[in-house]
């Protein structure tokens, strides 16, 4: 994000600034220990926690530091310590002005027992002197470095994993997926669930091997621009022709101000990357089927007149609905592109149908690529499914 006056008032600003740096420290602790296997969980007991510490994140890119900014975290650090005295304590935190108390934190990062009272201030008297000495034994007091700082150590130590590459582009796509898988631990889990905001390195890396759910997003454009973004994601998935036979599901969500022409200029770009038919006349076979296309948010009289005009163009699409006033059919969407039928789209109406759709055999396997402005569809997790952010529906013609 570029910082701007406005942006430098904005304490949303620095919430999700402080987020995305507890997500960096998160990848860190996945990445730097020795048990692949090691749970480490997401704002559970606190910011990050595993089976030998507990560590509070804080980070203060405008702020000085001074007892009332750290007493608190520390007095809650104080009490997990009161439960359980076998684990490190840690506060991970970044000011832009440490106000000398580097000093007072030695090469071990511990501190005494009279400093951690001059931290608590008003709190102290809320723990007794035995609680405060065992807990100071325990307790390291990070002084972390700052944002973009935190971020290269992330980038270096991703560089290190074999299977990931060391171009900027192929690390930037790990990234973005692991900081993505992260974000959606939290997120999708709501307090009542908190027990499944936790991970390993195995599960990460695993993930990530697996290539079935992988997203491109924001994080990544805006590191490698729109130019490299959009060169990255078509060698990943669309630079050769159809060579297999997939059932394709595009889905694109529409803003709501495209015009009809400007969505069926991509419809038609979507048609032409993934319809193909191969050999000479007398020997033609269809080499990849008519992709399945869902435009998330269309009003149904744009939809209708989108495909009033490709009816117009002799454009053969099959929707489900066989005449007016029909029942939507399966099998009439379902049916086989042909060379002689010429069936080349499949347009899906709704999102119950998507899904219906999507979980049903099929005797080819499935793909699906989302492209999405705001938010992806939610889908079976068996299903390869690839989510591409995209600023507007014609970032489409670049990426194909």
């Known amino acids: 994000m570029i910082v701007t006056n406005e942006t430098k008032n904005d304490g949303g600003y620095y919430s999700i600034k402080g987020f995305a740096y507890q997500i960096d420290k998160t990848i860190l602790e996945l990445l730097n220990t020795d048990d692949e296997n090691q749970n480490i969980n997401i704002e559970q007991i606190q910011d990050i926690d595993s089976s030998d510490s507990v560590i509070q994140v804080k980070y203060k890119e405008t702020a000085k530091l001074v007892p009332s900014q750290v007493n608190k975290p520390i007095s809650q650090l104080i009490e997990e310590f009161k439960v359980d005295n076998t684990k490190k304590y840690i506060l991970y935190a ?59 150590s992330v980038i270096i130590k991703l560089k290190e994993q074999s299977f990931i590459g060391n171009t900027d582009e192929e690390v930037m796509f790990y990234y973005a997926n692991i900081s993505d898988y992260l974000y959606k631990l939290v997120t999708n889990n709501p307090t009542t669930e908190i027990q499944n905001r936790t991970c390993t390195q195995k599960e990460i890396f695993d993930y990530l091997k697996n290539g079935k759910n992988l997203i491109f997003n924001s ?51 979507i048609k032409g990357k993934f319809y193909n ?47 007016a006033g029909a029942n939507f059919s399966l099998d009439s969407i379902k049916q086989d592109s042909t060379t002689h039928n010429n069936l080349c789209l499949k347009l899906v109406n709704n999102e119950d149908i998507l899904q219906r759709l999507i979980s049903e055999d099929f005797q080819h396997p499935k793909e699906i690529y989302q492209f999405y402005t705001n938010e992806s569809i939610i889908i079976e997790p068996d299903t390869k499914n690839i989510e591409i952010q995209i600023k507007n529906i014609s970032d489409i013609n670049f990426i194909l």
């Not at 832009?96 to 511990?110: A, I, S």
């Not at 709190?123 to 002084?143: A, M, P, R, S």
């Open 219 to 269: 994080s990544f454009r805006e590191y490698q621009g729109d130019k490299k973004y959009f060169t990255f994601i078509k060698k990943q998935h669309f630079l050769s022709r159809n060579v297999d036979y997939f059932e394709r599901f595009i889905i694109v969500e529409l803003s709501g101000g495209e015009s009809i022409a400007t969505i069926k200029e991509t419809i038609l770009k």
């Open 94 to 152: 970044y000011f832009d002005d440490l106000n000398g108390y580097e000093e007072k934190v030695d090469q071990d990062k511990n501190i005494s027992k009279d400093t951690l009272d001059e931290f608590l201030g008003n709190l102290k008297n809320d723990f007794t002197e035995l609680e405060k000495i065992g807990f100071v034994n325990n307790f390291y007091l990070d002084f972390s470095p700052e944002f973009q700082s935190q971020f290269n």
């Open 277 to 323: 038919k191969s050999g000479s006349w007398r020997f033609q076979r269809i080499k990849s089927p008519a992709p399945y296309i869902y435009l998330k948010n269309i009003s149904d009289d744009s939809l209708i007149q989108l495909k009033t005009e490709l009816l117009n163009e002799s454009i053969i699409f099959k929707d489900g609905f066989d005449f």
